[in-house]
C-alpha cells in the first residue's frame, strides 16, 4: 500500500498580504521561488528517469505521470510569484497572462451550465 501526502500549495497569496513594500512578503516570495526552482530541478530528474523507463518496457513512465499536475501548479504559482517580484520575464509574464485569461474563461464558462427541465 501507497500512502501519499498531498499538501495544497501556497500559491502567490503566501502566508501575508501582498505587496512590494512588505520586506517579510518579499523575503517569503524570495524563499518560495527558491523552493519551487529547487522542485522544478527535480521534477527534471523525474522526467527524465520516467522517459528512460519507459524506453525499458511496459509501465514506465508512470512516475512522470503522477506528478504532471503538481508541477503544472507550481510553474503556475512561480510565474506569480517571480511577477510579484519583479524578476520574471517577458516571456514569463506572457505565460501567467495566458494562463489567467484562459483560467478565467473556464472559471465564467462554469456559471454558465444550465440544466433544462
Same mark, same amino acid.
Given at each position: ?10 500559491? *502567490?497569496? =503566501?502566508?501575508?498580504?501582498? %505587496?512590494? +513594500? ?8 524570495? /524563499?518560495?521561488?527558491?523552493?519551487? +526552482? ?10 527524465? /528517469? ?8 511496459? %509501465?514506465?513512465?508512470? @512516475? ?9 501548479? @507550481? ?10 517580484? =519583479? ?6 509574464? *506572457? *505565460? ?5 485569461? /484562459? ?7 462554469? =456559471? ?6
Amino acid at each position: 500500500m501507497v500512502v501519499t501526502s498531498t499538501a495544497l500549495p501556497a500559491f *502567490a497569496c =503566501g502566508p501575508m498580504p501582498s %505587496g512590494s +513594500d512588505n520586506p517579510a512578503r518579499q523575503r517569503w516570495v524570495k /524563499k518560495r521561488i527558491e523552493q519551487l +526552482d529547487q522542485q522544478n530541478e527535480e521534477y527534471r530528474t523525474a522526467r527524465l /528517469k520516467a522517459k528512460f523507463e519507459h524506453q525499458l518496457g511496459p %509501465g514506465g513512465g508512470s @512516475e512522470y505521470e503522477s506528478i504532471q499536475k503538481e508541477h503544472h501548479r @507550481e510553474q503556475v504559482e512561480l510565474l506569480m510569484l517571480k511577477n510579484e517580484a =519583479g524578476v520574471a520575464t517577458p516571456a514569463e509574464r *506572457a *505565460a501567467l497572462n495566458k494562463f489567467l485569461h /484562459k483560467r478565467e474563461g473556464h472559471v465564467q464558462g462554469q =456559471g454558465q451550465h444550465h440544466h433544462q427541465r
